[in-house]
């Protein structure tokens, strides 16, 4: 059975039964309907049971459109797509059911997409899929801006390769290639900010400053590409060109 029809079946199911519905937003929903509201709040409820009904569920349909088209990208450059599909059914579901849930609680489309993307590179990956390393990919990606992913992509095309190829880089080569990113030595705050962030995820590690630095100098932070770096990366990239 191809991919896409059980996760098209999961789709069906959140629209008829509507379990895209917060918690949060239920109990906002029913003490608005309760409270005599002032204006301008008394149309709280009314605008809320529209955000429900809408909002919420096209999020979640974007995700999984996302994830379809990506597994049909996937597909068309496979002989055998029930052989190359390793993951079972009834994990792509948990999944499904917790992408959906995330992509409910994103506001960002392109934040929404890169969790389908994930969902669909975990059933082609070649080694069993681990549930719980693909539930932490889809709150990292969740979670980070789209500043966050063009610096992480950024250091991914200078790093990625020598990383998935040793496991990890050297500190002086990490050092020297930092510069060949469309940053090169320039100080600009937004470079910590950045990266700052994606070392708080794993993805990326600061490396120490030259031991002949002096400490009244005014350096750049450098960072190096982690393995857990290079495959969330890789897992967020779409085959669409």
């Given at each position: 059975m191809p991919l896409d029809d059980p996760v098209r079946s999961l789709k069906q199911q959140f629209e008829l039964e509507d379990l895209s519905r917060p918690r949060v937003s239920e109990t906002l929903l029913s003490v608005a309907s309760a409270l005599p509201l002032p204006y301008p709040f008394d149309r709280l409820a009314e605008r809320l049971k529209q955000h429900l009904a809408s909002d919420s569920v096209d999020r979640i349909a974007l995700m999984l459109e996302a994830c379809i088209d990506e597994t049909n990208r996937q597909a068309r450059r496979i002989e055998n797509v029930?052989?190359?599909?390793?993951?079972?059914?009834?994990?792509?579901?948990?999944?499904?059911?917790?992408?959906?849930?995330?992509?409910?609680?994103?506001?960002?489309?392109?934040?929404?997409?890169?969790?389908?993307?994930?969902?669909?590179?975990?059933?082609?990956?070649?080694?069993?899929?681990?549930?719980?390393?693909?539930?932490?990919?889809?709150?990292?990606?969740?979670?980070?801006?789209?500043?966050?992913?063009?610096?992480?992509?950024?250091?991914?095309?200078?790093?990625g390769e020598a990383v998935r190829t040793k496991g990890r880089l050297e500190r002086y080569d990490a050092y020297t290639r930092w510069e060949q990113g469309q940053w090169g030595t320039r100080l600009d705050p937004e470079l910590d900010?950045?990266?700052?962030?994606?070392?708080?995820?794993?993805?990326?590690?600061?490396?120490?400053p030259p031991n002949n630095l002096s400490l009244m100098a005014d350096f750049q932070n450098r960072y190096v590409l982690l393995a857990k770096g290079a495959r969330f990366a890789q897992m967020i990239q779409t085959q669409a060109k």
């Open positions: 029930e052989q190359q599909v390793r993951i079972q059914p009834d994990v792509l579901t948990e999944l499904v059911t917790d992408a959906a849930r995330k992509a409910e609680n994103t506001r960002s489309k392109d934040r929404v997409k890169r969790i389908g993307w994930i969902l669909a590179n975990a059933a082609f990956e070649a080694k069993p899929t681990n549930a719980d390393e693909i539930e932490e990919m889809m709150r990292v990606a969740m979670e980070l801006s789209d500043r966050d992913i063009e610096f992480l992509r950024e250091l991914m095309r200078i790093e900010s950045v990266f700052s962030r994606l070392e708080s995820y794993g993805l990326v590690s600061r490396l120490a």
